[in-house]
């Protein structure tokens, strides 16, 4: 039998559709002999938090354990623990899905299908785009790179939310350093501030006050200000966030005057600021002289030069009469 490259195409996307079935079925299979653990936990934990912090937490949680996307996280979960999981889901992948805020197992439960869904469904979409008219090694390699941009997408888009929560962290800090404070001047305990700023604060502060509301949250549940508080100071990979962690972890321990040392620092930010700022505009201008460069010389050149250039012509026309 000759193994046209339609036979080619067909077998693969059988191989394919056979490997996502096989997937399927075992994912479910080991989600259904874990539910009842699971409800088991879920109850225990919901027993021993607080109720305001358990309420808003399962608000919270609530839509994302619910429904097709809720099954898929539990069933991309029961698999990140195995070998394939642990290279599809990487600890460079962990970490980024904290820094985006994605802390649950359910949310890299959900990543891990995402990728698995991603290197299976690119290439049947080149399969059927390609109506058996690729062969051969250019036939392999389109494959080989929609697997890759499959399996790889789901990673780009963390990453690129990583790095705008970062942004945000940044610009939100000075504005945290003021607020805390001013409500540690008006007399309010540290862990009043940080509700208040949960609280009230959440439109201003929305990278933070969502971080404040986890820490808080494992706070309530038994964990010490600092266990609470580590995950803040070294996920986003700010310096001067982990100074402030450390700052607030030290009142929380030893006490003391925290108005002075906040003062200071968030003057040291905006100082920080200000250097940043001039060395984009500092960039900006460069970029501008070349872009005047282009575009205002040469009309620069013709209003200038032009008449003279025009005059000189006419002089050497006039000279060959």
């Not at 996502?20 to 299979?29: T, Y």
């Not at 225990?44 to 994302?64: C, H, I, N, Y």
């Not at 610009?171 to 309010?188: I, T």
């Not at 500092?282 to 282009?294: A, N, S």
């Amino acid at each position: 039998m000759t193994m046209t490259p339609a036979l080619l195409g067909a077998l693969a996307l059988a191989a394919a559709a056979l490997a996502a079935g096989l997937f399927g079925v075992l994912a479910f299979g080991r989600h259904a002999r874990m539910q009842r653990s699971a409800r088991t936990l879920d109850h225990a934990l919901k027993e021993r938090m607080p109720a305001p912090a358990a309420t808003g937490t399962s608000r919270d949680a609530a839509p994302s354990q619910r429904g097709f996307l809720g099954a898929l996280g539990r069933a991309g979960a029961a698999w990140l623990d195995t070998p394939f999981g642990r290279v599809a889901v990487a600890d460079e992948d962990r970490r980024l899905l904290e820094r985006c805020g994605y802390v649950d197992a359910q949310a890299r439960g959900r990543f891990f299908a995402a990728r698995v869904a991603g290197a299976l469904i690119a290439p049947l979409v080149v399969i059927a785009a390609g109506h058996g008219a690729a062969h051969g090694a250019r036939f392999m390699m389109l494959l080989f790179m929609a697997l890759s941009m499959g399996f790889m997408a789901p990673k780009w888009f963390v990453k690129r939310r990583a790095q705008a929560r970062q942004r945000a962290v940044s610009n939100e800090l000075p504005l945290f350093v003021d607020l805390l404070r001013l409500l540690q001047g008006v007399g309010l305990s540290l862990d009043q501030s940080l509700q208040v700023m949960i609280g009230d604060f959440r439109n201003v502060l929305p990278v933070l006050a969502k971080e404040l509301a986890l820490a808080q949250a494992q706070f309530a549940t038994g964990r010490t200000r600092e266990q609470s508080m580590k995950r803040l100071a070294t996920s986003y990979e700010n310096e001067d966030l982990a100074a402030i962690v450390r700052l607030v972890i030290q009142v929380e321990q030893h006490g003391g005057a925290v108005q002075e040392p906040l003062r200071q620092f968030g003057d040291r930010l905006r100082e920080t600021r200000r250097a940043l700022l001039r060395e984009r505009i500092g960039k900006l201008t460069v970029k501008m002289t070349g872009v005047m460069v282009i575009t205002l010389l040469p009309a620069l050149l013709i209003i200038t030069a032009g008449p003279g250039f025009i005059a000189v012509v006419h002089a050497l026309s006039g000279l060959h009469r």
